[in-house]
Antibody, heavy 120, light 108 residues
Framework: QVQLQESGPGLVKPSETLSLSCIVS????????WSWIRQPPGNGLEWIGY???????NYHPSLKSRVTISADTSKNQFSLKLNSVTAADTAVYYC??????????????WGQGTLVTVSS | SSDLTQDPAVSVALGQTVRITCQGD??????ATWYQQKPGRAPLLVIY???NRPSGIPDRFSGSNSGNTASLTITGAQAEDEADYYC???????????FGGGTKLTVL
């Protein structure tokens, strides 16, 4: 059973960088795709991006200029950095595994989520 | 458009059948995946591919696809099915992932 667990500060100041990590157990980040997804309070889900088993990254076009996703295979974890944050970046941030098979894809394992609030 | 559109809210009487729909151009090329989310919890994948359920998902959940519309059907809705439901698939170019705005299901 794949398990994911997010960690990182729950409070970030405006204009600073949001940094989160996701440690994976029961599976290897050297396979599949590993994603970040966020959900502002009371709102829907937004895909942020992924890092693939080969280290290739892919980001949401609206966040691409501010996002970096990286991986540390020795620790079996991957990370999110989002710079120049504003209050609009306040959300629950989830890490998840993305499985892609042809025309089918899905986020089949999720972390519990971590609330990040952007406020001074 | 690369958006996925869902009705914001749907209600169903206990034990009855309800269909939740998702519309978008990219659904002509890619299958929708459906998630159930209860308050304070991470989303749970309930339907993927043409109509497949992960282990542990009750068989009252089913999916279908036609043109630009994907549907999630719950046959014999239970009180525990009350939740938000999200559809998800790739965008038209297949490069990025989209979520619908979510449908809040109320079981009466």
């Amino acid at each position: 059973q794949v398990q994911l667990q997010e960690s990182g500060p729950g409070l970030v100041k405006p204009s600073e960088t949001l940094s989160l990590s996701c440690i994976v157990s029961g599976g290897s980040i050297s396979s599949d795709y590993w994603s970040w997804i966020r959900q502002p309070p009371g709102n829907g889900l937004e895909w942020i991006g992924y890092i693939s088993y080969s280290g290739r990254t892919n980001y949401h076009p609206s966040l691409k200029s501010r996002v970096t996703i990286s991986a540390d295979t020795s620790k079996n974890q991957f990370s999110l950095k989002l710079n120049s944050v504003t209050a609009a970046d306040t959300a629950v941030y989830y890490c998840a595994r993305l499985t892609i098979v042809g025309a089918t894809s899905g986020f089949d394992y999720w972390g519990q989520g971590t609330l990040v609030t952007v406020s001074s | 458009s690369s958006d996925l559109t869902q009705d914001p809210a749907v209600s169903v009487a206990l034990g009855q059948t309800v269909r939740i729909t998702c519309q978008g151009d990219s659904l002509r090329s890619y299958y929708a995946t459906w998630y159930q989310q209860k308050p304070g919890r991470a989303p749970l994948l309930v339907i993927y591919d043409k109509n497949n359920r992960p282990s542990g998902i009750p068989d009252r959940f089913s999916g279908s696809n036609s043109g630009n519309t994907a549907s999630l059907t719950i046959t014999g809705a239970q009180a525990e099915d009350e939740a938000d439901y999200y559809c998800n698939c790739r965008d038209n170019n297949g490069n990025h992932w989209l979520f619908g705005g979510g449908t809040k299901l109320t079981v009466l």
